[in-house]
């Protein structure tokens, strides 16, 4: 399901709202000197307190990404002090990283006193016994990698609980925790989506952002 251009074309698009989701979408990522060069090019104003806020939330994300779960750990408390306490979903999914990262360096032994230390305590809340099998089960594995749970492993896990830390501490700082480019995303997805299912009564196929970004 599509919708014929000559609907839209009319309507005026102004660059600096474009401008500004494109920053918007930078900003949140932290790609620091890209949001430098942009600037420039578009004679932009710099927002408050851009550059600290991004540097500080870029080396949080780095050290959460390349393996030194615990250093992000040390630094996401002194950023926002309270927002592992209050998030516990979020803390147990980074401190699980650093166990994953135990695993894959085949340290069993400190894996091991780790999840007694630091994960155990998680399993008197019911949801995150599952969790807790799931990720002890990976010592039983010589290859870890090629266990039923290889998923854990993986880079698109350890970017997703990047990608939630990064919210958490910008939603923390009262700041949208997605990007303006991802809400408008969001959002015509859905209200194309709700056309299509209308529209597909009368066999119209459903809406593809794939299919969309493509035409």
């Known amino acids: 399901m599509d919708v014929d251009p000559r609907h839209y074309e009319h309507i005026a698009i102004n660059d600096n709202d474009i401008h500004n989701v494109v920053l918007s979408y930078l900003v949140h990522n932290c790609f620091k000197e890209t949001v430098d060069s942009f600037i420039s090019c578009t004679g932009m104003n710099q927002p408050a307190d851009c550059l600290e806020d991004m540097e500080k939330r870029k080396r949080i994300l780095h050290f959460a990404l390349e393996g030194n779960v615990l250093k992000a750990i040390e630094l996401t408390e002194q950023l926002t002090h309270d927002l592992l ?38 399993g008197k809340v019911k949801k995150y016994v599952e969790k807790l099998e799931d990720f002890m089960a990976l010592l039983a ?8 749970m290889f998923h854990l492993l993986s880079l698109e896990y350890r970017q997703h609980v990047a990608d939630s830390l990064n919210r958490a501490i910008l939603a923390h700082a009262n700041r949208p925790s997605y990007a303006a480019m991802e809400r408008l995303i969001q959002q015509t997805t859905a209200v194309r989506q709700c056309l299509g299912q209308e529209l597909g009564k009368d066999g119209h196929p459903s809406f593809s952002l794939k299919d969309f970004l493509k035409s």
């Open 141 to 148: 594995y010589e290859e870890p990698e090629k266990s039923p």
């Open 85 to 122: 306490e209050e998030n516990m979903d979020l803390h147990f999914d980074l401190l699980s990283l650093h166990f994953v990262e135990l695993v894959c360096s085949r340290k069993c032994t400190e894996a091991l006193e780790f999840a007694q230390t630091k994960l155990t305590p998680f």
